[in-house]
């Protein structure tokens, strides 16, 4: 594999990015009842934490939560800003990838913050945005903390990735 890196790094990104993207769409068509609505454990989050090992996870989890959005039937206005939540919060933990207890804060503030205006004006879902905004902020720590801590542990254990310099 390292001979491949050095022949073509591009390609190694591109390819990186594409199955990240992938994973994302599947991991949220598969689990789509409970990666939609007011109360989502989006299980798919959870690959958030990847920019950690490597930048080529940004463009995959935007593309990917794009595609998740575009087969879950989300409305357009989910589609656009769901997605660049999804993006925000993936350039963010990239930022932050020499901690790896600040990786999962990004994608989990930006959904926080955005998904709740989603749900109201493109769902019409009734409440208070700091009650959706409450809600959206579980799931997200479920995936990204949670979950991203896990994936985080056993990427690391297993070496399967070297970890930020």
């Given at each position: 594999?390292?001979?491949?890196?050095?022949?073509?790094?591009?390609?190694?990104?591109?390819?990186?990015?594409a199955?990240?993207?992938?994973?994302?769409?599947?991991?949220?068509?598969?689990f789509?009842?409970?990666?939609?609505?007011?109360?989502?454990?989006?299980?798919?989050?959870?690959?958030?934490?990847?920019?950690?090992?490597?930048?080529?996870?940004?463009?995959?989890?935007?593309?990917?939560?794009?595609?998740?959005?575009?087969?879950?039937?989300?409305?357009?206005?989910d589609?656009?800003?769901?997605?660049?939540?999804?993006?925000?919060?993936?350039?963010?933990?990239?930022?932050?990838?020499?901690?790896?207890?600040?990786?999962p804060?990004?994608?989990?503030?930006?959904?926080?913050?955005?998904?709740?205006?989603?749900?109201?004006?493109?769902?019409?879902?009734?409440?208070?945005?700091?009650?959706?905004?409450?809600?959206?902020?579980?799931?997200?720590?479920?995936?990204?903390?949670?979950?991203?801590?896990?994936?985080?542990?056993?990427?690391?254990?297993?070496?399967?990735?070297?970890?930020?310099?």
């Amino acid at each position: 594999m390292e001979k491949i890196n050095k022949l073509n790094p591009n390609l190694t990104k591109i390819t990186q990015g594409a199955v990240i993207a992938a994973l994302y769409a599947a991991l949220t068509v598969i689990f789509a009842p409970i990666s939609f609505g007011m109360m989502q454990v989006r299980v798919a989050e959870v690959l958030t934490v990847l920019p950690m090992f490597t930048p080529a996870a940004v463009p995959g989890l935007f593309v990917g939560c794009i595609i998740a959005n575009l087969f879950g039937g989300a409305a357009v206005p989910d589609i656009i800003f769901g997605s660049i939540a999804t993006l925000i919060g993936a350039a963010g933990s990239l930022l932050l990838r020499k901690n790896r207890w600040l990786v999962p804060l990004p994608p989990i503030a930006a959904n926080t913050v955005i998904v709740p205006f989603v749900l109201r004006y493109a769902y019409g879902v009734k409440g208070a945005l700091p009650v959706l905004a409450m809600f959206v902020a579980a799931g997200e720590i479920i995936s990204c903390y949670l979950l991203g801590e896990l994936l985080i542990s056993a990427l690391l254990r297993i070496k399967a990735v070297k970890p930020p310099q």
